[in-house]
């Protein structure tokens, strides 16, 4: 069972209805596949391209192009490590041998319980803030060898739960449009200026 | 000097007028609440009492240049769509992922009724039927903040139908990326909200403003350029260019990250400050860390040719840095002191730019493939000389002849001097090139050092050699 739970079904056909063409919401259906299961199952895929009526092979096409999907299980925890410039000027590469060293698997690599895969990224937009690292995604900035150690430990020990979701959960806030309140799509199809608009100058 | 334990990395100093960051000193600044405190959707006020095409004539005056990185007038972009096509799309530019750059994310975290501000007046200026905010995969809290801004804004009236009491109707659809440098190009950016491989589209003939979205006429705007329009209709303007010089009014986000006492984002006049003020100055970054000297900065970016100290006094003015031979970008700016490897810290770059190809162009994706490797076993001290000169002969198949430009004003391109000859569609396989080509002009003899073997080694051998961080 790796399709969309029902939930992910109404939240999926949710936001398909805000795009004009149902194409446009593959990437964040296929945030909400990650998110149930934590990587992308070819079930998911195939549900996805049902949903969005596109072909399976289009959607993987689209998912292998983006480096956030992941296609096979992933720990609980992702570890990306910056490694561009500014970040390598500050100390990255030997955060990441630290990092192996600590959890004692290469970058790339899951550790045997599961609960960390460590990557090697790039740019992470907290460039004065070097090196920096995400843990699902979640910033830590200027962090040396200790800050590091203590940050596994954390999540080890369960204490940043509540910051840090699971890996696969990205915003825990999402969009909701009132129906009562929406504008509603235009779709390319609509043809003529929209109201407000004056096309020509009216002198 | 004040940091904000909330906003971390921006550095708020000195006496200087903000136009985009006024909010960053609150620890709310992202809810509607604070955002009504402190003048929030007065600009969206003004604007719906005047005509679109007066809104439009006031953002054109204004001259605000893109701050994504060409630098383009957004006015001007507007004006671009054909007069009798429709319907037209806004698409929000929040996939920051420039080397060096952060700014976007700032002003989406701590700001985002400000950029959703802006997005209504530029809708309601243009006459722009639907927006798509477009936030880059790794960038969770900027999803939360803009999200949670967005249904506080739908209820208060702000977005959706029939909008403050008037006929201005438009909705904003918060969209996610996946983790994808090159989706920050226009027209990649459609091919992914199209639920595509983030390919750049070939272009010219057609640009965005006449075939976009779905085929229809899209304007693409960066989050810093619509951040500055709430400001502008509060306070109009001659207001706004007043600040800054002519061909640069207003105020730019910059983020000085490297060897400087005081890394951080700051909020600086547009055209005058120089970047020997940037460096040294008491209200930025004061110095070069430990007193060392300084070596060479990247002046707009990871794509930019680099700078050494001969260029210090040039301002933060996208002519004058074109000039130069290099550009301003996305406002990032990276500095190296004396103690810096020169060929490793072009690799962090090439690998980068090699990495991020969408493998489209053969000069980029396979160029930008053996500039990274061939630079790899330099770096590693398996160099061999023919390398060096490989390296320029993979450059000139991306990027053939002068580079960078000399003779750019001679031939009247001065406003886009990065690169005015290359073979690919989009800046990536440029960008690739442009650190190892800085860096070889610049620091030669600090590539010849490290080649230390006499014979050439097996190509097969350069699989083997160990990449240094962040390589995948």
Redesign the interface.
Known sequence: MARLNDDNVRLAQEIIG????P??????L??LAQEQEGYLTQDAIKHVAEL?G?TSAEVL???T?????KFEPVGKYLIN??????????G??E???HAEERLGVKAGGTTSDGLFTLE???????????PCL?VN???A?RVTNADLDTLIDDLRAGTLDGEIPAHGT?????????AD????????E????????????PS | MSTYRWAAGYIDDGDRPKIVTSRFEYEDSYTLERYHATGGYDGLKRALAKAPNEVHDEVRGATILGRGGAGFPAGTKWGLMPADKYPRYLVVNGDESEPGTYKDRLLMERDPHQLIEGCLIAAYAAGLAQVFLYIRGEMPLAHERVGQALNEAYAAGYIGKNILGTNFSVDIVLHWGAGAYVVGEETALIESLEGKRGEPRLKPPFFPAAIGLYGQPTIVNNVETLSNLPWLLVNGMEAYTAIGTQTSPGTRMVAVSGHVNRPGVYEIINGTTTFRDLFYGEEFCQGIRNGNELKAFVPGGGSAPWFTPDQLDLPFEGRLVGAAGSMLGSGAIMVMDHTTDIPAAALTLTRFYAHESCGQCTPCREGGTWLERVLARVVAGNGTPADLDQLMEIGESICPGDFPHAANEALGLAATPFPYKMTTICFVGPSAYAPVHSALTLFRSEFEAKITRRNSIPVAAIHSTPAPAGAH
């Open positions: 805000r795009y004009p063409r194409r446009s919401a593959t990437i964040p296929l945030h969005v596109a096409g689209t998912a192009f983006y480096e956030m999907f490590i910056c490694g561009t410039m500014s970040c390598a000027l500050m990255a590469e955060l990441m041998h090697h990224a790039e740019c992470q937009a907290a460039c004065t803030e070097a995400q995604y979640r910033h900035f990205l915003a825990r806030v999402r969009q909701s449009i009132p309140k929406a504008a509603g799509v235009v779709t390319p609509q043809v003529g200026a929209p109201a407000w608009f004056p096309a020509k100058d």
